[in-house]
Antibody, heavy 118, light 111 residues
Framework: QVQLQQWGAGLLKTSETLSLTCAVY????????FTWVRQPPGKGLEWIGG???????NYHPSLKSRITVSFDTIKNHFSLKLTSVTAADTAVYYC????????????WGRGTLVTVSS | QSVLTQPPSVSGAPGQRVAISCTGS?????????VHWYKQLPGTAPKVLIY???NRPPGVPDRFSASKSGTSASLAITGLQAEDEADYYC???????????FGGGTKLAVL
């Protein structure tokens, strides 16, 4: 049974860097895409970026200059960094997996609320 | 403004049938990418309800069904129950944007 456990700082000030990590357990993950999805309070879901096991990344165009997703193959962790945050980045951030040959998110972390204040 | 368009809300009485539409374009649903549906309860992560247009994961009741046609898709829920009250999202992939896209979400109220 695949499980995702995520953690990271939940309160940031404007211009700081958001940093979250997601540990993946319960299988072998070659062929998977490891992604991050966020949800501002009271709003919908937005895919923001991800990485595959080979290190190929894909980022939402609106965040491309600020986002980095990386993968630690030894620890089976993947991480999100988002620089220069503003109040608009306040959201619940979910890590989620896209399985091989699939185009949907079939496993999700519990989410981390990140609040950016001035 | 979401790439996939859903009605903000739908409602129905227990036992009734409701449908939620998801309208895309020729760069996502219309070009052949599958549509997937998620159910999200308050304070929890989304869960896959329907994948690849019309497939239910184990444990999802057959009261939930979905279809896709042209640039749109639809989720139908029959025999509405109180526990169906949730937010529902459609999702696909967009070849112009080169990334996954979601609908804006639909809040289902069971009256």
């Amino acid at each position: 049974q695949v499980q995702l456990q995520q953690w990271g700082a939940g309160l940031l000030k404007t211009s700081e860097t958001l940093s979250l990590t997601c540990a993946v357990y319960g299988g072998s993950f070659g062929g998977y895409f490891f992604t991050w999805v966020r949800q501002p309070p009271g709003k919908g879901l937005e895919w923001i970026g991800g990485i595959n096991h080979s290190g190929r990344t894909n980022y939402h165009p609106s965040l491309k200059s600020r986002i980095t997703v990386s993968f630690d193959t030894i620890k089976n962790h993947f991480s999100l960094k988002l620089t220069s945050v503003t109040a608009a980045d306040t959201a619940v951030y979910y890590c989620a997996l896209v399985g091989p040959t699939r185009f949907y998110f079939d496993n999700w972390g519990r989410g981390t609320l990140v609040t950016v204040s001035s | 403004q979401s790439v996939l368009t859903q009605p903000p809300s739908v409602s129905g009485a227990p036992g009734q049938r409701v449908a939620i539409s998801c309208t895309g374009s020729n760069s996502n649903i219309g070009t052949g990418y599958d549509v997937h549906w998620y159910k999200q309860l308050p304070g929890t992560a989304p869960k896959v309800l329907i994948y690849n247009n019309d497939n239910r994961p184990p444990g999802v009741p057959d009261r939930f069904s979905a279809s896709k046609s042209g640039t749109s898709a639809s989720l139908a829920i029959t025999g509405l129950q109180a526990e169906d009250e949730a937010d529902y999202y459609c999702q696909s992939y967009d070849s112009s944007l080169n990334h996954w896209v979601f609908g804006g979400g639909t809040k289902l109220a069971v009256l």
